[in-house]
């Protein structure tokens, strides 16, 4: 009744505001048959039956009735373990300059829509440099769906180093906001890269000097030594006039991570117009910031001694903390310890027989003594560094022909005969050894010399009586050479590898002789580091202790290291081997390089 009622004075209001602006508006009269009776019945029907209604209830109803509508809400959620970090080198932090994400799928799982829906994402730990947007339109999700979600992040240059936490809520029109998250991750500040030349050789295909009008070699290892990654490097060989690339100047790295480093090789000649004593080069470096390459101007003087072009080294190295320099020599070839006193009577035979194929037409590369003259090179600025023996007492010979080591030889024995017994020699040999097939006798083999002709050769017998024929205050005698018919992983004669077990050949006087290896065994390479294992080693012990060292010590640290190295290695066994003469017994154990 009361509904009814409420109707009536509804329809009595409206009634008396249309009929205004009837009256009001209308140019034609409704006073039509019939009409006054409709306005009457209109106007008070409803007057006499509220009033009715007031007499029986005794009471009057004038306030309205409110309708409320039935809402079905939505149920935001984050899907279980979608809540992750992207980033773009994928260590699961925000570098400096680095752009990612943090990424989540929302789901609805109420009966009803979520409208407006928007992503609030605050950061409580004040990371400065941490860069995204505060908040992000979603717009509405319907029941059973889900929606990927994903908030930019990056870092600026000045982003600092911590751990950043990312609080995050779904916020919806009607209230129905998602449980709030987060996620944590680490930031790091920028680390600046550092790109570089470390290190540069210049070679020639067959080794020799460099020579005008002939092409050269220039081998450089550009590194990032920095921490920071950095991309977008190249270089430019820059050369002076009448100096000619024999083919492209600029090289294009690309990206090295931190230790990261690449080799590059670059081929120049210089005519025979140039006419200064060296050859500059300037290698000109850029990277991605413009700022952490640097420049490096090498040089290399006419008619220097080159070494023969080397293998490619593999020098890719993974991101680490602690970054080593790569390089194309060995690390006993640099920091050299510097002995500054001079020994006036000490003086020194150096030989590095490596090339033989260029000599004998009927040998492969593969015959020759692979690192035999970078053996040889380096023990010669031994001699001088740590020795203490004067460049000018140092006889020294790459690659000698039969005539050429005989004379050698006899410069030493005639400076031991002219020294009168106060001469110290040290004499260093790197190159092949072979046996007589028939007397087993052993040979050192000069570059011209075929192993089927070790006769032809310098009879390790009669070089070993030659220097003791005269007194000597010691004489010291290196080996890195076999006599078994192998040697450095190579045969002498091609298409034969004999091996013999050679005499043993006696020795007298001051002498001590280190080797090697013994009996059939061969002496190795040691590809890493550039050099024969054993002399690898011998340089080694001498850098570590600058010299101060006694006999005795440097041959029980040959004979553990090369044994070691060559089974792990080479996977062959080489025992090197120290031989004295009867005439210094156990005397020889007390003496020391410096």
């Not at 860069?131 to 929606?147: A, D, H, S, T, W």
């Not at 070699?217 to 690339?245: H, R, Y």
Request: proline share 4%; with cysteine; aromatic share 10%.
């Amino acid at each position: 009744m009361e509904s009814f009622l409420y109707h009536s004075k509804f329809m009595y209001q409206r009634s008396v505001n249309n009929h205004k602006i009837y009256f009001m508006n209308s140019k034609t009269a409704f006073l039509k048959k019939g009409g006054l009776i409709l306005v009457f019945i209109q106007l008070c029907l409803p007057m006499m039956l509220l009033a009715q209604q007031s007499q029986v209830s005794g009471v009057s109803k004038s306030t309205p009735v409110h309708i409320t509508r039935a809402v079905v809400p939505p149920y935001l959620l984050v899907k279980e373990n979608s809540l992750v970090l992207f980033d773009n080198n994928n260590n699961n932090r925000i570098d400096a300059l680095e752009h990612g994400s943090v990424d989540f799928v929302l789901q609805n799982k109420g009966k009803g829509t979520a409208f407006g829906l928007t992503v609030s994402i605050t950061e409580k730990s004040s990371i400065n440099g941490l860069v995204f947007e505060n908040n992000i339109n979603v717009g509405r999700l319907e029941p059973g769906q889900e929606k990927k979600i994903s908030i930019p992040v990056r870092g600026e240059f000045y982003l600092t180093t911590g751990t950043a936490e990312l609080s995050i809520v779904v916020k919806e029109k009607s209230g129905f906001d998602s449980d709030p998250m987060s996620i944590k991750f680490k930031t790091l500040e920028f680390l600046q890269p550092n790109v570089k030349i470390v290190d540069a050789q210049f070679n020639t295909e067959g080794g020799g000097t460099l020579r005008l009008g002939l092409p050269v070699t220039l081998k450089v290892i550009v590194q990032n030594i920095g921490q920071g990654v950095t991309d977008n490097i190249s270089s430019e060989f820059q050369l002076p006039d009448m100096v000619f690339a024999t083919d492209a100047t600029k090289f294009a790295i690309g990206k090295l991570l931190p230790g990261e480093s690449k080799v590059l090789n670059f081929e120049f000649t210089a005519n025979k117009q140039y006419n200064k004593p060296r050859i500059p080069i300037t290698v000109h470096l850029t990277e991605r910031y413009g700022k952490y390459a640097h420049d490096t101007i090498l040089q290399a003087a006419v008619n220097q001694v080159l070494a023969k072009v080397s293998k490619d080294i593999d020098t890719r190295m993974p991101e680490h903390v602690n970054i080593t320099n790569a390089s194309l020599t060995s690390d006993v070839d640099k920091n050299i310890p510097q002995n500054n006193k001079q020994n006036e009577s000490r003086f020194a035979l150096i030989i590095g027989n490596e090339d033989y194929s260029n000599k004998q037409k009927d040998l492969s590369s593969e015959s020759d003594v692979e690192f035999a003259r970078n053996d040889a090179r380096v023990f010669k600025q031994y001699c001088m560094d740590v020795l203490g023996i004067p460049k000018d007492q140092i006889i020294y010979h790459e690659d000698a022909t039969r005539i050429e080591m005989e004379k050698d030889i006899e410069k030493i024995e005639h400076i031991e005969q002219t020294m009168e017994g106060q001469a110290e020699v040290f004499v260093f040999y790197a190159g092949h050894g072979f046996p007589d097939e028939k007397t087993k006798d052993a040979y050192i083999i000069p570059v011209d010399i075929s192993g089927a002709d070790a006769k032809s050769g310098i009879s390790l017998q009669s070089f070993y009586r030659g220097l003791s024929e005269h007194p000597c205050k010691r004489i010291t005698i290196f080996l890195d050479a076999c006599f078994s018919g192998g040697a450095r992983n190579q045969p002498l004669l091609a298409g034969r590898f004999v091996k013999i077990s050679p005499n043993s050949d006696p020795i007298s006087g001051n002498m001590v002789i280190f080797a090697a290896s013994n009996g059939e065994q061969s002496a190795l390479p040691y590809a890493e580091k550039q050099h024969g294992l054993f002399t690898y080693f011998l340089l080694k012990k001498l850098q570590d202790s600058g010299g101060n060292v006694s006999y005795d010590e440097l041959y029980k640290y040959l004979r553990k290291e090369v044994s070691n190295i060559s089974n792990i290695v080479n996977s062959k066994i080489q025992d090197a081997t120290v031989i004295p003469s009867p005439d210094v017994a156990d005397q020889w154990r007390s003496w020391k390089f410096n």
